[in-house]
Each structure stands twice: as C-alpha cells, then as structure tokens.
C-alpha cells in the first residue's frame, strides 16, 4: 500500500478539523471521504475497525481517531502531525476569539444574548443525553446505572470518576458467565 | 504551579471520558467549577461556542481554560493534557485493541459505562439548568428551543442563533 506524505496527513486532518462543525461525531464521516474513498489509504473495513476501537477507549473521539489513523498510516510520527493537525484549527480560532469574549463580559447587549443561548445550551445538552439514552438504556439492569450514578451524584455527593469506574466493573462482573462461555468456545 | 495543574487536570478528563462528545461536558463542568476556573456561565458559554466553531467541543473548552487561566502556555499544556492520555493508550496498545475491543468483559464494562454516562448528563442538565435558566423567560427560550430542536429538527447553530435572538428580545421588549 502507498504511503502517505506526513505533509499530506497534516494538510487532510487540518481541513478535516477547520471544516466540522458539531465536533467529533461530525467528523467521522469526512475522514472517511478523505482517507478511504479519495485517496485509498484505508479499507472500508479497516475503518470501521478504527471507528470502533475509538469509541471504546476513554479520550476526545476526534483525537483518538486522527492518533490511531495517524499511527497506522506513518507510526507515532504520523499520530503527532495528525492530532496536531485536528486541533490546530479549533486552537487557533479560540485562542482569536478568548480575549474578545472575557472582554465582552459585562456588555449588556451580549449578556441578553447569552441569557437566551444558556437556555437552548441546555436543551442541547439534554437532547444528546436523551439521544444516547435510547443506545445505552436497553432493558431495566441498565436502567439501574443510570438511576444509580443520578442518586450517587445528587445524593451521595460521589465523584462523576467515582461512579464510571463502578459501572464498568460491575458491568464487567456480570458479563462473567458469558466471559467465560467465549473462552470455552475459543478454546 | 498553575501549568501543572492545568495538565494534570485535563489528562484526568481525557482519561475519564467515555464517548467522546456531550459525554464529556459532565465532567469538565465539575472540575471547572471545582477549581475556580469558569463560572457556569462562562462554562456553558463556551459549549455555545463550540457548537458555532470548527472542531471538538473538549479542545475548544481546554484552550479557552489555559488560555484565560495561564495565557498561551496554559493553553498548551491544557490541550496536551488532554491529548496525552489517548496518545498513550493509542501508542501502546494499538495493536492489542482490535482483539480486546470485542472481548465480553471489555463489551461488558461498556454496558455499565453507557447508561452510567446518560446519568451523568442527566445531571449536569439539572445542576447547569437551575443555573443559566433564569425566569420565566429562559423556560419560555428554553421549550422553544427544544421545539426547533426536536419538532423542526433545526440544526443546533440554528437553535443557538435564535435563542440568543430572542434572549436580546425578551430583555429589550
């Protein structure tokens, strides 16, 4: 398979990250455009590995798509100049428009506007929870996650890392039974 | 030292996140506010922001942070912080992911972790929304709002435009 030119993997993943909006989820799809259909560099089936083990790890979905695209393509060098690449645009342009902002703090005019943009902030917050929940809340065990992570953060004052870190090993405790089947049938 | 500071905190959020995302504004939201970083307000404003700007949500909220919190230093070591945990766990075990993606106990952690993340975004909407939602007005922009989002299907930079629209309206009329 031909290799790609480190200047070429930073120029794709840069107009990948200047040009998505809606973050890492939007991006997925550009990548693909880029690096399996128009220049090759990936199988459809290569990328679907990737998007998968991705979203699996812990991370930003857009950097751990660029370092793990990056790192199969040219090694930890690739991984660099690609997660520099998807970041530098959204950098750039909120480092230009921080100081605007702290600045505009306290205008009147600006303060109404954000007044009602708090508002819609937190419908969309609550529509992406609402999305992911019809994925994640398959039947009432797992119904009782995420019952259980609202009563320990409401009412038991828990850590959000504290609460991740019970579900997935109770998650993993009772997945055993059929952990133990798959080794049965790999063996 | 603040530098320091700002890495390790942001690691810890690269390290804790589990699907990417809105997933992340829990978490972000409790150790900005915990360390005196952003108010909520200036929390959710930067969420705004990055649904009007190219790029991840995380790394548009880690460079506002450094930056504000530490200058142009702060917002390189806020966004490396948050890199870093992927880059490790990408560089070392890339080859062990693809046969451990697929592993039951693997999947099975996965089916606590899930509805455990829409608990706590479940959360955050009711710790940020008492917050930002303010008088009758911000319920009024607020059930607008998920009107376009839902019923109209509106895309979100839309649903932001007019909600601030109407923000300046409703303060002005």
């Known amino acids: ?187 | 030292m603040i530098l320091i500071e700002l890495f390790l905190t942001f690691f810890k959020i690269g390290l804790f996140t589990f699907g990417g995302g809105y997933a992340m504004i829990p978490l972000i939201q409790e150790e900005m506010v915990a360390h005196g970083w952003l108010t909520i307000d200036q929390f959710v404003d930067i969420v705004a922001v990055s649904q009007m700007t190219p790029g991840a949500v995380a790394i548009n909220n880690a460079t506002f942070v450094g930056y504000k919190v530490a200058g142009f230093f702060g917002t390189a070591m806020s966004t490396f912080g948050l890199i870093a945990p992927s880059l490790i766990i990408i560089t070392i075990v890339a080859k062990l992911l693809d046969k451990f993606s697929n592993h039951p106990l693997v999947e099975g952690a996965w089916q606590g972790i899930r509805p455990a993340v829409v608990g706590l975004i479940m959360v955050a909407v009711i710790s940020i929304g008492k917050e930002v939602i303010i008088g009758i007005d911000g319920i009024i922009i607020g059930i607008i709002a998920l009107v376009l989002l839902a019923k109209v299907k509106l895309h979100p930079i839309g649903v932001i435009v007019i909600s601030g629209i109407l923000g300046v309206l409703f303060t002005y009329i």
Do not use: C
Not at chain 1, 20 to 48: D, N, R, S
Not at chain 1, 77 to 101: C, F
């Open chain 1, 1 to 187: 398979m031909k290799q790609i030119k480190l200047r070429e993997l930073f120029s794709t993943f840069m107009r990948i990250g200047g040009f998505t909006f809606g973050g890492g989820y939007a991006m997925i799809p550009l990548i693909e455009k880029e690096l399996v259909e128009q220049k090759g560099l990936l199988t459809e089936e290569e990328f679907i590995d990737i998007i998968a083990v991705v979203q699996g790890i812990p991370g930003v979905i857009a950097v751990n798509s660029s370092l793990f695209i990056g790192y199969k393509l040219r090694g930890i060098l690739g991984a660099l100049t690609s997660v520099l690449a998807i970041s530098l645009p959204s950098i750039l342009i909120i480092l230009s428009i921080a100081q605007l902002l702290l600045n505009l703090q306290g205008n009147q005019w600006v303060e109404a506007l954000f007044k009602g943009v708090r508002s819609a902030v937190v419908v969309l917050i609550f529509w992406a929870g609402y999305k992911m929940s019809k994925k994640a809340i398959v039947n009432y065990s797992s119904l009782i996650y995420t019952l259980g992570v609202v009563l320990g953060i409401l009412v038991f004052k828990l850590h959000p890392i504290v609460l991740i870190g019970f579900a997935g090993i109770i998650g993993m405790i009772t997945s055993i039974t059929k952990t133990k089947e798959y080794n049965d049938d790999t063996d």
